[in-house]
């Protein structure tokens, strides 16, 4: 089992410019999570989907965020146009069903 | 709002000491989560509670839930190096088909030889 799969690891890039953050969720987990996680603000969840449909976008920070499902092993977070403020690391969780979620590696931002 | 709070928020404790950190929220809850942390790493699940009473141990580390008091606990027992990193509990409202956590603050914990 490869666990939760995030692309890319670390990212730098200049304000303006647009982010796209992968993630494959382990295979069988019906839910998965974007969170970012700042000094400042702690651990944040983002949206979360199940079975592939947006279920609390509540999170997301304002309209240069957004996030896709096409399928059960794919998602991705964009962010455009990205700003300093954005800069964190970003972390994709998926979950069983039996509540339990698991954490990928994280993509760490920095937006000049 | 749902509010986690985690104390201490940094705590320095010598090998083979106990100690607790505490998890209180502010809504009733039907399930809350402990996770790890270690300096730029992931988040390790530890433990998941989901009923009132409920304690699971794994080596070192013991959590339990009161929901009537909305406290959760994590004991160490007799600490050792390899448990210094932060951990963070977080709290699952009980809205059906809602699986939003609001993580605590996290406890950065360093064991001392």
């Known amino acids: 089992d490869a666990g939760v799969i995030q692309s890319p690891r670390h990212e730098v890039t200049e304000m303006g410019q647009e982010v796209t953050l992968r993630c494959k969720p382990i295979s069988g987990h019906n839910s998965l999570f974007w969170y970012r996680q700042t000094m400042m603000r702690g651990l944040e969840l983002l949206i979360y989907?199940?079975?592939?449909?947006?279920?609390?976008d509540s999170g997301m920070p304002e309209d240069r965020f957004s996030a896709k499902m096409p399928n059960a092993s794919f998602s991705t977070l964009k962010i455009q146009p990205s700003e300093p403020r954005d800069s964190a690391v970003y972390f994709c969780a998926s979950r069983t069903r039996s509540h339990e979620q698991f954490f990928g590696p994280g993509t760490r931002l920095t937006v000049l | 709002e749902l509010k986690v709070e985690q104390n201490p928020l940094f705590l320095s404790m010598q090998e083979g000491k106990n100690y607790t950190i505490y998890c209180n929220y502010s809504t009733t809850s039907d399930r809350l989560y402990w996770y790890r942390q270690d300096p730029g790493k992931s988040l390790e699940s530890l433990f998941v509670?989901?009923?009132?009473?409920a304690v699971k141990q794994e080596g070192r580390l013991m959590a339990s839930l009161d929901t009537k008091a909305r406290l959760s606990t994590l004991h160490i027992t007799a600490a050792v190096h390899d448990l210094s990193a932060t951990y963070f509990c977080a709290v699952h409202l009980p809205n059906f088909g809602n699986e939003k956590l609001t993580f605590g603050t996290g406890t950065r914990l360093t064991i001392i030889p």
């Open positions: 509670l989901l009923s009132n009473g």
């Open positions: 989907f199940n079975n592939n449909v947006p279920i609390d």
